[in-house]
């Protein structure tokens, strides 16, 4: 590698030449950052500005670069120099905008400026220019599990994107549910009249499509590999299994419905007039626009009552405690098969709230009732046989606030969805999987493990054999943080496996996975990160002769890119890892690096801070802040002219899960008065992109407290918080409240 050539430049636009001695910046650079070239532009991110500096890596040889202007989330297209090390030093959000425009306040505001100068001096010079895994895949097919309105969507999608499909369908024909679906929801003005199922049309569209491959009444029996390089074995009925090669999977594994057996008391699985939406449609096909007739006896039917939310929206046992999304608007679609048919058939819609969304919505609602569909607002108690061949149901009026009963023909239960996710295996393996593990050699290891038949990937993953469950069951996907993703790099869940949706919501699903699994192979074939470091070229290295063999990072890493070889030693699936560093953090003996962010290039930040005498009155609060929430939150408080104490060094960090504690210790043990962690939100309801990060940093940092008490340190100097993207008056109010607590309990004693 050619040698290391610094190059510091030093923005003087958007009034940081106005409120810093640019000069003074300019001369840390050089003297105390051992900079090569330093350079002040007007507008750095401006053409000019931009040529200045390419020029000097074309011509000078720069290959270390520190960008000192605005936050590293701003101008990312413009200071984005291939093949050099690169360090953004936040001056604007990080100190002009967080600080009073005062005459006495210049002299702190100055001395920020010029820490963060050498503070990004320190980084670069411990950073690598990172370049591209050389251990990456260029296969571009596209694995497609499930045919239904959502699998067939995203795997038309992908195929008319250019990027040949395998479609695998367990039944023996594409459509799933909505294949035994008579009518369809109306998606265009004035959704008023029925529609056809989608199925027809788009299985055709599949036969005839010359980048779609198709295999019926089969199932995938294994899965390994990793983006750009899956390797599938696909099980067919005869037997028989075919293994092909992909570069990112997509599963729309779809739904159960939720089992009236389950419902007794409302005569689910007793009565026979007593059907759930599927057994509706089933009758509504037999019928094919003529009278619709009841199971039990063939009668036409003159009443049918549909009863919401049944057995969903209930926190009773055994129900679902969640809303199934289109429950109320296929109500409404299967009153209208009766009404279409003959409008003096009486339908009853009893609901608790009403919900019809999407483009339909309420001129759906509105076309039910011009159809003189009734609707109820009411409780369902009970539904019993009424002795005279029809169904009696019990409710309470909730307008009226009475009791009352209705005859029918015919009860509908709206039932509610339950995902078909798989095997939910999430947890670190035990002492007998790890004395086993050595039999074999990472990943052709875990393949031997025995996998149930209901799983649907069979993931070799030392994790489990499908990807993990979030709430309720459905297959891992954020809706906050990571929409499709799974903590299976490249590997995408749509439609109703990922969430409760219906038919419009499916196939708008189906496409945002398509377009993510292209990303993936994409990503995969530059040897780049997927989500959500999309295109970073570094990846996890590791220092074997250092390493202990605890094990810590291969069960800590979310994603499952760490297996172990026959020594145990790690061993890093680069194109699975998503660059968040989680591994850094729990590694003990801080081996385990990346290119360009690592134990040393934060832990170089920290001790290049200037830490005045106590003497001196100046405290200084290192801030580790999550580059996902808790960054862009005092970037934006920033913005907003908020501000916070002069006394903070704020260093984003990939995810609080790699915050070592080294760093925490040596900040402590170099004259840090406080040390403030800012992470996502952790626990069921997590916000944290790379899932259990925040989570574990919280538990790393309460066993903190044994290292502040050693040191004869207060525990109040660290605190770890919870902070959102939307916390913007919060986050700079927990930096503010730590100088007020340090200014109560005074500075650090370790001050020299």
Not at 158 to 179: D, F, H, I, Q
Not at 465 to 479: E, I, M, N, R, T
Not at 515 to 543: C, M, T, V, W
Not at 607 to 612: L, Q, Y
Request: net charge negative; hydrophobic share 35%.
């Amino acid at each position: 590698m050619a040698d290391m050539k610094i190059g510091t430049y030093i923005c003087k636009g958007c009034g940081l030449g106005e409120r810093l001695d640019c000069d003074n910046l300019a001369m840390i650079a050089e003297r105390e950052g051992k900079s090569n070239i330093v350079r002040q532009h007007d507008y750095l991110c401006s053409a000019e500005g931009v040529k200045m500096i390419q020029d000097d890596i074309d011509n000078e040889g720069v290959n270390h670069l520190v960008i000192a202007a605005c936050s590293r989330r701003a101008k990312t297209e413009a200071f984005d120099f291939d093949g050099v090390a690169v360090s953004r030093v936040n001056l604007r959000e990080g100190v002009i905008w967080v600080r009073p425009d005062e005459e006495e306040l210049r002299e702190t505001t100055q001395e920020m400026a010029a820490d963060y100068i050498r503070m990004g001096c320190a980084e670069t010079r411990h950073m690598t220019p990172p370049h591209p895994n050389e251990n990456r895949g260029h296969e571009e097919r596209v694995l497609v599990v499930g045919g239904g309105v959502s699998g067939m969507k995203a795997a038309l999608e992908a195929a008319n994107a250019g990027y040949p499909v395998t479609l695998v369908e367990k039944s023996g024909r594409l459509g799933g549910a909505m294949a035994d679906v008579w009518k369809d929801i109306p998606t265009k003005a004035p959704f008023d009249v029925l529609v056809e199922s989608p199925v027809a049309g788009m299985a055709k569209e599949i036969e005839e499509h010359p980048n779609i491959t198709v295999y019926l009444n089969a199932h995938i029996s294994r899965t390994s590999g990793a983006p750009g390089r899956f390797s599938a074995d696909i099980s067919v009925e005869s037997g028989s299994t075919v293994t092909e090669n992909f570069g990112a999977i997509i599963q729309a594994s779809g739904f159960k419905p939720y089992d009236l057996a389950n419902l007794p008391e409302m005569g689910g699985g007793k009565i026979p007039d007593v059907v759930d939406q599927m057994g509706l449609e089933k009758l509504a096909i037999e019928a094919d626009g003529g009278p619709i007739k009841r199971p039990s006896d063939g009668k036409a039917v003159e009443k049918v009552i549909f009863v919401q939310c049944a057995g969903q929206r209930s926190d009773k046992e055994g129900h679902l405690p969640y809303c199934s999304g289109h429950c109320c608007m296929t109500s409404i679609k299967q009153a209208m098969y009766f009404k279409d048919q003959n409008p003096d058939i009486e339908t009853i819609i009893l609901f608790d709230d009403l919900r019809t969304p999407g483009a339909p919505g309420e001129d759906f609602y509105r076309a039910g009732q011009d159809k003189e569909i009734t609707f109820r607002k009411g409780k369902v108690a009970e539904v019993v046989a009424d002795g005279n061949g029809g169904v009696k149901v019990t409710f309470k009026d909730l307008i009226l606030n009475e009791d009352d009963t209705e005859h029918a023909d015919l009860v509908v239960l709206a039932t509610g969805m339950v995902p078909n996710a798989g095997v939910n295996i999430d947890l670190p393996v035990t002492e007998e999987e790890e004395a086993s593990e050595g039999e074999g050699e990472g990943e052709e290891a875990a393949a031997e493990v025995s996998v149930p038949v209901e799983s649907i990937l069979n993931l070799t993953y030392r994790q489990g054999p499908d990807v993990p469950q979030l709430k309720y069951g459905f297959a891992d996907s954020h809706f906050i943080c990571f929409p499709y993703e799974t903590r299976r790099t490249g590997i995408y869940t749509t439609g109703p496996v990922r969430r409760p949706m219906d038919v419009a919501q499916a196939l708008e699903d189906a496409t945002g996975a398509a377009l993510k699994a292209i990303q993936a192979i994409e990503n995969a074939k530059l040897g780049r990160a997927a989500h959500p470091r999309s295109g970073d070229l570094s990846y996890p290295s590791f220092r074997k002769e250092g390493c202990t063999q605890c094990k810590r990072c291969t069960v800590e890493c979310p994603f499952g890119a760490i297996d172990e070889d026959e020594q145990r030693y790690p061993v890093f699936n680069e194109s699975r890892c998503r660059r968040c560093g989680t591994c850094m953090g729990a590694c003990p003996v801080r081996v385990i690096s990346f290119e360009n962010y690592s134990v040393d290039t934060v832990g170089q930040q920290i001790k290049n801070v200037d830490i005045p005498d106590e003497f001196d009155e100046k405290p200084r609060i290192l801030v580790l802040a999550c580059e996902n929430d808790a960054y862009p939150a005092l970037d934006m408080a920033a913005m907003q002219g908020i501000h916070y104490s002069q006394w903070a060094r704020v260093i984003p960090v990939r995810c609080l899960g790699s915050v070592n504690t080294i760093w925490v210790t040596d900040a402590l043990n170099s004259g840090y008065d406080g040390v403030i962690l800012m992470g996502c939100q952790k626990g069921e309801n997590y916000q944290c992109h790379f899932v259990k990060g925040s989570e574990m940093a919280h538990y790393r940092m309460s066993k903190i407290d044994d290292t502040l008490t050693q040191l004869n340190l207060e525990k109040e100097r660290v605190q770890t918080y919870e902070v959102a993207i939307t916390d913007i008056e919060r986050a700079p109010k927990l930096i503010n409240d730590m100088a007020e607590l340090i200014d109560e309990i005074g500075q650090s004693p370790f001050k020299f």
